[in-house]
T-cell receptor, first 115, second 111 residues
Framework: DAGITQSPRHKVTETGTPVTLRCHQT?????MYWYRQDPGHGLRLIHYSYGVKDTDKGEVSDGYSVSRSKTEDFLLTLESATSSQTSVYFC??????????????FGEGSRLTVL | GQNIDQPTEMTATEGAIVQINCTYQTSGFNGLFWYQQHAGEAPTFLSY????GLEEKGRFSSFLSRSKGYSYLLLKELQMKDSASYLCAVSRGSNDYKLSFGAGTTVTVRA
């Protein structure tokens, strides 16, 4: 199994509070992603990173920011959480070596509830 | 934009065969993935198709037709443990490793 850990795994917070989710990998993979998963929508990309300090927006990036100061860590921050951000958040990693399919390896997920 | 469609739910009997279809319309194509996700768990990789045709891997097979924007995942000799959600995902470019996912198909296997 790919070494990916997410923290916290579960969090309940109140509207308007900041929240940071952490993704830590031990695989030295170049690419890291944050997805959210909601019923009826599947997995939607929030932000991704293609290297240290190199990040870009995905399809549902409003209200979220990310940082990657080290290869192994990718942080997702909700500056002011809203109830619409209640979701399960998955971190994923992939490598770009020649011949690699670009397969994603997922962390176990972080369930966030915003009251 | 990306449009990836798959049925919401399917039910089948243990030992039977189920085929999950996926159609896609995306800006660029560099491969189609299938993932399995058990309830409350992370998605795990099942198969990858980049060329037309059938890829077989044990009880699971995946088919791709690029001209039709169509793929299917075939699950044979169904077992109770195959009850899960199956996610179709498309990669758009050779240097673009972001995947766009369909909403997933929940397969329920009955005894």
């Amino acid at each position: 199994d790919a070494g990916i850990t997410q923290s916290p795994r579960h969090k309940v917070t109140e509207t308007g509070t900041p929240v940071t989710l952490r993704c830590h990998q031990t695989e030295n993979h170049r690419y890291m992603y944050w997805y959210r998963q909601d019923p009826g929508h599947g997995l939607r990309l929030i932000h991704y990173s293609y290297g240290v300090k190199d990040t870009d927006k995905g399809e549902v990036s409003d209200g979220y920011s990310v940082s990657r100061s080290k290869t192994e860590d990718f942080l997702l921050t909700l500056e002011s959480a809203t109830s619409s951000q209640t979701s399960v958040y998955f971190c994923a990693i992939s490598e770009s070596l020649a011949g690699n399919t670009g397969e994603l390896f997922f962390g176990e997920g972080s369930r966030l509830t915003v009251l | 934009g990306q449009n990836i469609d798959q049925p919401t739910e399917m039910t089948a009997t243990e030992g039977a065969i189920v085929q999950i279809n996926c159609t896609y319309q995306t800006s660029g194509f560099n491969g189609l993935f299938w993932y399995q996700q058990h309830a409350g768990e992370a998605p795990t990789f099942l198969s990858y198709n980049v060329l037309d045709g059938l890829e077989e891997k044990g009880r699971f097979s995946s088919f791709l037709s690029r001209s039709k924007g169509y793929s299917y995942l075939l699950l044979k000799e169904l077992q109770m443990k195959d009850s899960a959600s199956y996610l179709c995902a498309v990669s758009r470019g050779s240097n673009d490793y972001k995947l766009s996912f369909g909403a997933g198909t929940t397969v329920t296997v009955r005894a």
